[in-house]
Nanobody, 121 residues
Framework: QVELVESGGGLVRAGDSLRLSCVAS????????VSWFRQAPTKGREFVAT????????DYADPVKGRFTISRDNAKNTVYLQMNNLRPGDTAVYYC??????????????WGQGTQVTVSS
């Protein structure tokens, strides 16, 4: 069983940057896709970005394309989300999730507890 722990969230101003980390313990997640999602108050959880188990094929939701970059270091059991030019609309709790397949196909097997990102205008 894998446990995921997110960190790196905080309160920033519009235009600032943050880097989120998702660290896995227990069963390693090398070889499995890892994705970032976010959930704003009163909204459902939405997809943000994903990366394959070997670190290729990144994909992004349209609202974050060109501003966010997902990457991973399997030697450290860590996936990162670099977020640049943050906007108030990016305010949400950010979650990472691991799939049971090499690429993300819409299913998440394990979730982290989330990290809060708040962007002020």
């Amino acid at each position: 069983q894998v446990e995921l722990v997110e960190s790196g969230g905080g309160l920033v101003r519009a235009g600032d940057s943050l880097r989120l980390s998702c660290v896995a313990s227990g069963r390693a997640f090398g070889g499995y896709a890892v994705s970032w999602f976010r959930q704003a108050p009163t909204k459902g959880r939405e997809f943000v970005a994903t990366i394959s188990g070997i670190g290729d094929s990144p994909d992004y939701a349209d609202p974050v394309k060109g501003r966010f970059t997902i990457s991973r270091d399997n030697a450290k059991n860590t996936v990162y989300l670099q977020m640049n030019n943050l906007r108030p609309g990016d305010t949400a709790v950010y979650y990472c999730g691991r799939s049971a397949t090499r690429n993300y196909h819409g299913s998440i097997r394990a979730w982290g507890q989330g990290t809060q990102v708040t962007v002020s205008s």
